[in-house]
């Protein structure tokens, strides 16, 4: 079953995390995975965390070992150390779910 992830971060390089994206996206749909939704946001009204959040997405894959697979990639693995560890400064997972 397909599963989702609805996910908040704290970006604080556009341009790092944009380089992060463009080189994990092929790693990614080779797994069947993909972006539904991609937000930057202004301003939070709520949250059940005290992590900022100004970027929300979703992220999906065709089912939980598609997943599991995707992030322990070593490719994968490697783009995130190289981008994503200077680019993002929190990590919020909002909700996991099943299609």
């Given amino acids: ?8 971060l704290q970006v604080v390089d556009d341009k790092g995390y ?6 994990m996206t092929p790693i990614l749909e080779r797994y069947g995975g993909g ?10 009204l709520k949250s059940q965390t005290t992590a900022p ?15 599991d697979a995707f992030f322990s990639n070593e490719d ?5 150390k190289r981008h994503f560890e ?3 400064t929190h990590t919020t997972i909002m909700a996991s779910y099943q299609l």
């Fill in 1 to 8: 079953m397909a599963i989702e992830t609805l996910v908040g």
């Fill in 18 to 23: 944009q380089s992060y994206r463009d080189e």
């Fill in 35 to 44: 972006f539904g939704y991609d937000f930057k946001i202004a301003e939070v």
């Fill in 53 to 67: 959040i100004n970027r929300v997405f979703t992220i999906s894959f065709p089912n939980q070992d598609a997943r």
């Fill in 76 to 80: 994968y693995l490697h783009i995130r």
């Fill in 86 to 88: 200077s680019a993002v």
